[in-house]
């Protein structure tokens, strides 16, 4: 059996692979078509005019899918694992929120470019980073609570140093940002697609973009890390029949039907 194969690992495994190729994928298009430059562009500028915001978006939506899948399974095997301890529990559970509006998000910005509704976009960007960098913070603080009875010390360090590779970068592109969008450096720079060494504002948006791609880098290292984590856990689900017919009868007693989530005879 291949490492993939072991348990749901396939879950983050598939998720890091989908979410890289659609960034990868859209940043080829865009700069092969001359649609933004090749130094550094800002994510959603890869996927801000056709063809590849048909791709950007397709991609990106698949990728909150997977995603969500991922954040429950982690938070089913949390439960599994810590069923009676109150603070992991309602971390836990904190934690499946953050997520999900995480992912809300990142579909949010797959479907709505910054160029045609820009606060929309923002919006999503707002919630896909910041509730993602909150759903690894407390993510980490499960696996500081969960060693070494549940695993061990490396996982909870490697994570760590994760979320402060996120926190520096999010701090960086907020300064940044924060400055060049409020500063005189031009007019519609939410429209400008192409940046100059010469133009105002150049080195502050290279800064920006950078720390963008670089928090993108910090939350796929964070998923990697629960590809071991996902090796050893199954879900199945239970199929209860009111019935033998779907005719509206009075109801009988039938066995219950208990199957894997997902099939393994492929």
Known sequence: MWWFQQGLSFLPSALVIWTFAAFIFS????????????????ISDTGTVAPERCLFGAM??????????????????????????????????????LGILSCLGLSLVANFQKTALFVAHVCGAVLAFSMGSLYMF??????????????????????LLLVIWCGVSAFSMLTCSSILYSGDFGADLVQKLHWN????????????????????????????TYIRDFQKISLRVEATLHGLTLYDTAPCPVTNERTPLISRDF
Request: proline fraction near 5%.
């Open 27 to 42: 940043y080829i298009t865009a700069i092969t078509l001359h649609h933004v430059d090749p130094a550094l562009p800002y």
């Open 60 to 97: 990106l939506n698949i990728a909150a899918v997977l995603c969500l899948a991922t954040m429950y399974v982690r938070y089913k095997q949390v439960h599994a694992l810590n069923p009676e301890e109150n603070i992991i529990i309602k971390l836990n559970k904190a934690g499946l929120v």
């Open 138 to 159: 407390v993510q980490t603080i499960l696996s500081y609570q969960m060693q070494p009875k549940i695993h061990s010390k490396q996982v909870f360090w490697i994570r």
């Open 197 to 224: 060494p010469e133009d105002k504002g150049y080195v502050l948006h290279m800064v920006t973009t950078a720390a963008e791609w670089s928090m993108l880098f910090s939350f796929v290292g964070f998923f990697l």
